[in-house]
C-alpha cells in the first residue's frame, strides 16, 4: 500500500514496511569535465517516509548529490540505486520523482493550472482524471482561486507553492528538494516550512531536502546529513527525535535549541572551525 | 494620466514647432520650391498626387509584406534548424552573416538580372534584408530555454520533439517578435532599395519609383509627399508588428508584463 500526497490521509498505514530503503548511494564521487572533484565516497541510504536533510555550506555539491539522484547527472564512480514501485533499480518511470528548484522554475507563458499539469502533458494525457489532480494538488498549497492565473501575477511565495505543487501532482515516491527556499523572505520562508511540515506529517512522503540552513534542517527533518566541501563528503549523520507534530512551539522550545546547537558545533567542526 | 498626455501633446508640439520654423524659413527667405518646398506645399502635393502616390505605395506594401512573412517564415524553419542541429548552425551561421553585412544595395542589380520576374526579384532583396534579424534573434530564443526547466522536462521523460513545442518554441517567442518589429522596418527599407535599383534600370515599380521619377523632373513637392508616405507605412508596420508581440505575449515576458502593471 503505498501513501498518497493528495488521495485521502490513510493515517498510520501510511508508513510502508518496505524493506528496501528507497535511495541507496555507495561510494559516490563526482569529477567534472573541468577536474573539480565534487564529490567523494557518499555512503547514503534514504528510508521510505524519511524526511532527511542534506545541510552544508554553498558549494558543497549538495545540489550535486541530489541530481545524482534525480538521475539528472551520472555520478563518476560508486553506484545510485533507487528502489520504487516495487523494482530496484534500472531506469525510474518518469513522474516517481519530484523536483522543486531553488528558483520555481515555471513556464511563465502558461497558467498556475497549466504549469502543474506539466508531468502529464510530457506523458502525454491530460483527461479529466489528470484536471482533477492538478486542482488537488493546487489546493493542497494552499493557492485556490489561483489556478487561472500566470507566474508573474503570483508573489515569489506563490510561485514556489506552484512549483512545490507540480512536484507533487504526480504522487512521487521520492520528493528532492534542492534548496526550495532560499531565495523567499523570512517570514514566507516559515511560513513555506509550516505548510511542508503538514505535508509530511499527514502522508509521510519520502523527502530528500538540500539546506545550508541549520535551523531549518532541525526544524523540519528526521534525519540529517552534514556534508563539507572541497570534495564534497558526508561528516556526520544525525537522526533528529523532536517530535512530532512540529509547530511554531517546537521551535522556542529547549530540546529544538539544543539539537540545533549540536548540530552547528558539528558543522563547525567539521569545516575546520569556521562555519 | 497626466503621462499619457505628456507623451502624445510634447512630440506633437514639437513636430508643429519644427514644421511652422520650416514654413517660416521658406517663405521669410524666399528659397525655390526644387531646393526646399515648404510643408504647406507638400501637404497640397499629397492632397491632389495622393490617389496617385497611394497606387505605387500599394506595390511596395505588397513586396514589403511578402518579403516579411517570407522572412518570418523562413527564418523560424531555418532557426528551428538550427536549434535541433548545433553542426548546423555553426556550418551555416556564418553565411547568413554573410548575406546580412553585404550591402543589399550591390547585390539587388545581380538579382534583378537573375530574377526575371520583377516582383520576384524585389522580394528575395528586401527578403534577403529582412530574415536576419529574425533568424539570429530566433536562435537565440530557442537556445536560452530555462537550464532547470531543461532538467525538469528530462525528468518527466520529453522527448526532444516535446522540449522544442513546449519549452524552446515558447521561450523563443518574445524574441522571435523582437526579430520581426525589426525587420518590418528593414523589410521596407530593402524593398526601396531594390526599386531604386530597378528604377534606374527603367522598371516602373512602387513609391521609390515615383522618388526617383519625381526627382528626375525636380517635382520636388511630390518627392516629398511620397517620402512622408514612406515613413507613415514604416511607422505603421511597426506600430501593427508591436501591437500583435504585445496582444500575444502578454502574460510572457517581463518587458510586456511589468509595463502591464504600472
Known sequence: MKSSFLGTPDGANAIDTAPLPIVELRAVGKRFASGVVALAGIDLTVGRGEFLSILGPSGCGKSTLLRIVAGLAPPSTGMCQLTMGGITGGRVAAGRIGFVFQDPTLMPWSTVTGNVLLPFRIAGRVGPRERERAATAIRAVGLDGFATAYPHQLSGGMRMRVSIARALVTDPDLLLLDEPFAALDEITRLALNDDLLRLWER????????????????????????????????????????????????????????????????????????? | MNGLWLRILAPLLVGAVFLAVWEGVCRGFGIKTYILPPPSLIA???????????????????????????????????????????????????????????????????????????????????????????????????????????????????????????????????????????????????????????????????LAYRILEAGYRLAIPRLFAALFLLSVTGIAIYLVLDLISRRLLRHWHESVATEEEE
Request: proline share 6%.
Open chain 1, 203 to 275: 502522508h509521510r512522503p519520502t523527502i530528500l531536502f538540500v539546506t545550508h540552513s541549520v535551523f531549518e534542517s532541525v526544524y523540519l527533518s528526521t534525519r540529517i546529513a552534514v556534508m563539507t566541501a572541497r570534495p564534497g563528503r558526508i561528516v556526520a549523520d544525525l537522526p533528529v527525535d523532536l517530535p512530532h507534530p512540529r509547530t511554531r512551539e517546537t521551535r522556542s522550545s529547549p530540546d529544538y535549541a539544543a539539537m540545533c546547537d549540536s548540530v552547528s558545533a558539528t558543522l563547525g567542526r567539521a569545516m575546520g572551525g569556521a562555519p
Open chain 2, 44 to 206: 497640397l502635393s499629397l492632397w491632389t498626387d495622393g490617389p496617385g502616390l497611394l497606387g505605387s505605395l500599394w506595390v511596395t506594401l505588397q513586396i514589403t509584406l511578402a518579403a516579411l512573412a517570407a522572412a518570418a517564415i523562413l527564418g523560424g524553419l531555418i532557426s528551428l534548424v538550427f536549434s535541433l542541429s548545433r553542426v548546423i548552425e555553426i556550418s551555416f551561421f556564418p553565411y547568413a552573416v554573410i548575406l546580412q553585412v553585404t550591402p543589399i544595395v550591390a547585390i539587388a542589380p545581380l538579382i534583378i538580372i537573375w530574377v526575371h520576374t520583377p516582383f520576384l526579384a524585389l522580394l528575395t532583396c528586401a527578403w534577403i534584408v529582412a530574415f536576419f534579424p529574425i533568424v539570429s534573434n530566433t536562435t537565440v530564443g530557442l537556445n536560452s530555454a530555462d537550464r532547470n526547466l531543461l532538467a525538469l522536462f528530462r525528468l518527466y521523460g520529453a522527448s526532444t520533439f516535446q522540449v522544442l513545442c513546449h519549452l524552446r518554441v515558447p521561450t523563443a517567442l518574445p524574441y522571435f517578435f523582437a526579430g520581426l518589429r525589426i525587420s518590418g522596418g528593414l523589410a521596407l527599407i530593402g524593398a526601396v532599395v531594390a526599386e531604386f535599383v530597378a528604377g534606374t534600370g527603367g522598371a516602373e515599380t512602387g
